[in-house]
């Protein structure tokens, strides 16, 4: 029996609207397309962690609306159990994101509902916590929410990947050496590191800031170079497929959902970034962010193509 994922984390609606350029400011471009696609960092990952063969549970909020009905019914068809889910008194979280014709993104996010994935509610599904293995969270909810939950998942000797998105500029000091796995893009790990660089050499010096402060493990996906891992064994680029990008949205969230994924079989740090990067390389040929999430025998086919 494959061990239990837990994911905390947000879910929004995703407004994605495509244009040929993005706007500077000042500026008014025409949208070609609008498109309501189900997303949030938390949500995208539980799908991807779902379709991809993980045995997954959600805790979030939404709101008494449309948008969190569908969220939950969308979750639900992916195969994660979305029991405990919060209905607020918020409105469910909202995403607006701009898509230009090279795929690229800008997003500008509504936290709504997420703002209610507060501690007692967490206390209120603690057997969540008791029951699984992984514990998987990003930076959309209420800081204190998260803490609570890395504290919670350490007591009870779980698995945590903290996945800083958006990225704060810091982390409270005690926090670093409870986490198992942080996963920062490479502009979430410079504004946690506090430093500027755009080259290996400064996303390795970047990471070991980090490691310092008792992270154990850093994974820093790095776009269409793969990624970059970094612990006491040293630095390791992981090449990732080379594709046509169409949009990189949920690209990073199908990337910690499948990494999740393979560490719950039992595949070694090196088996689940190939198997994360073969994932992520197929999300970035669709648009949306749930709707662009491989499932697991496309992802498998990926890998066999590639050689693995």
């Known amino acids: 029996m494959d061990k239990k994922i837990l994911i905390v984390g947000s879910l929004n609606m995703d407004m994605v609207i495509e244009m040929e350029h993005m706007p500077i400011t000042g500026e008014t471009v025409l949208g070609s397309t609008l498109t309501y696609i189900p997303g949030g960092k938390g949500a995208n990952q539980a799908c991807a962690a779902a379709r991809l063969g993980g045995n997954v549970k959600m805790l979030g909020c939404v709101g008494k609306d449309e948008f969190g009905e569908l969220q939950k019914k969308n979750l639900y068809d992916c195969g994660v159990d979305t029991f405990d889910i919060r209905s607020g008194t918020k409105c469910t979280g909202m995403a607006s ?3 230009d014709k090279h795929g690229n993104n800008s997003i500008v996010v509504v936290a709504g509902a997420n703002q209610e994935c507060d501690i007692s509610y967490l206390k209120e599904c603690d057997t969540a916590f008791q029951e699984c293995d992984y514990v998987i969270l990003q930076m959309e ?14 007591e009870l000797g779980k698995t945590i990947i903290l996945n800083p998105a958006p990225a704060p500029r810091e982390l409270p000091d005690d926090i670093y050496s409870k986490i198992d796995y942080i996963t920062p893009n490479e502009a979430e790990l410079m504004t946690l590191c506090g430093g500027i660089g755009h080259t290996k050499d400064d996303f390795i010096k970047g990471a070991e800031k980090l490691l310092q402060k008792g992270v154990k493990n850093v994974l820093v996906t790095i776009g269409e170079k793969g990624a970059l891992l970094v612990n006491a064994d040293g630095a390791k680029v992981f090449p990732t497929r080379k594709v046509d990008s169409v949009d990189t949205t949920a690209a990073g969230d199908c990337f910690n959902g499948a990494f999740v994924v393979a560490l719950s079989e039992g595949k070694s740090q090196k088996q689940a970034v190939i198997f994360a990067n073969a994932a992520s390389s197929i999300t970035v040929t669709r648009n949306g962010a749930q709707t662009s999430i491989p499932g697991r025998k496309e992802t498998d086919e990926v890998l066999e193509d590639w050689g693995y």
Do not use: L
Request: proline share 6%; net charge positive; hydrophobic share 45%.
């Open 97 to 99: 994101i701009y898509v």
């Open 141 to 154: 909810i209420p800081y204190e929410s998260i803490f609570y939950a890395i504290n919670r998942a350490k």
